[in-house]
């Protein structure tokens, strides 16, 4: 059980570095990604209307680790 859930976020801190890398190697992409998902002043997302998110929502903190060269 207990390897199960490090397989898990092993799984998951790898799927996230490769879309931070992934998004990194777009020209502009962190910085497009990050126009459309601000912060609102209620603290949600701008570009997360479906599912309502807090900001940071999952992909601006993928753009923000990209943006900061590191994943
Ligand atoms: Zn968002």
Do not use: K, S
């Not at 490769?18 to 910085?31: L, N, R, T, Y």
């Not at 998110?53 to 990209?66: G, S």
Request: net charge positive; charged share 20%.
């Amino acid at each position: 059980m207990a390897n199960d859930e490090v397989d898990d976020h092993l799984v998951a801190r790898r799927t996230f570095a490769a879309a931070v890398a992934f998004m990194a190697a777009q020209p502009g992409g962190p910085e497009r990604t990050l126009a459309l998902h601000r912060r609102r002043p209620d603290g949600y997302c701008t570009g997360c209307v479906h599912t309502l998110a807090h900001w940071p929502c999952t992909v601006a903190r993928i753009a923000l680790c990209a943006v900061a060269g590191h994943n």
